[in-house]
């Protein structure tokens, strides 16, 4: 159980293009999903938190504008980075927890490259 | 000082051997405490989660939490070369926001 998949699990794109990741709990009900970023041998940092049929809430210093999420369904959550440049290109990672759950649990992860 | 801090490592263990993975917290209002595996250029894996003082332990696995000194422990048992990887320490202050601060990870090497 508690499964979250991610698609892509790794793309190229252009420079200016923009490139829409899904997150998806194939399992159970998530109530709310985060995205993160990682760079090489950094850690997790969260990006925004998304509650199913709410607007995200973004962490400090993350253009909402340049990262819009998108939260449609208990099972369906979406990444779209707009106008991707080259310093967009990282590790990308979902997580789903359900409503009064401690724990949540990731996606695979999905690699950008932006050329 | 960082909200979740640990060791960056690298620790290294022999095979066999106990492996103690330590964090630290800043917010006396944390709630909940997990830990989390990273393997090379993966996604990171749910180990275990604690929210009592004390201990849990999960096969290999054993989670120490004190509240009262803001720390939260990782053993792993018999460490085998397949537990090398990066272990994230991750807080919760509201455990049904759900929202997790994470530590940047201790490397942990295996050796044969």
């Known amino acids: 159980g508690a499964v979250v998949s991610q698609h892509p699990s790794w793309v190229i794109c252009k420079s200016g293009t923009s490139v829409k990741i899904e997150c998806r709990s194939l399992?159970?009900?998530?109530?709310?999903m985060f995205w993160y970023r990682q760079f090489p041998k950094q850690s997790l940092m969260l990006m925004a938190t998304?509650?199913?049929?709410?607007?995200?809430?973004?962490e400090q210093g993350v253009e909402k504008d340049k990262f819009l999420i998108n939260h449609a369904s208990l099972t369906l959550s979406t990444l779209t980075v707009t106008s991707a440049h080259p310093e967009d290109s990282s590790f990308y990672i979902c997580?789903?927890?359900?409503?009064?759950?401690?724990?949540?649990?990731f996606g695979p992860g999905t690699r950008l490259t932006v050329t | 000082q960082k909200e979740v801090e640990q060791n960056s490592g690298p620790l290294s263990v022999p095979e066999g051997a106990i492996a103690s993975l330590n964090c630290t917290y800043s917010d006396r209002g944390s709630q909940s405490f997990f830990w989390y595996r990273q393997y090379s250029g993966k996604s990171p894996e749910l180990i275990m989660f604690?929210?009592?003082?004390g201990d849990k332990e999960d096969g290999r696995f054993t989670a120490q939490l004190n509240k009262a000194s803001q720390y939260v422990s990782l053993l792993i048992r018999d460490s085998q070369p397949s537990d090398s990887a990066t272990y994230l320490c991750?807080?919760?202050?509201?455990?049904?926001?759900?929202?997790?601060?994470f530590g940047d990870g201790t490397t942990l090497t295996v050796k044969p």
């Open positions: 998304s509650n199913e049929g709410s607007k995200a809430t973004y």
């Open positions: 399992d159970f009900q998530a109530t709310t």
């Open positions: 991750a807080v919760n202050t509201n455990t049904n926001a759900g929202k997790s601060t």
């Open positions: 604690i929210y009592s003082n």
């Open positions: 997580s789903a927890k359900v409503a009064g759950a401690y724990e949540q649990y």
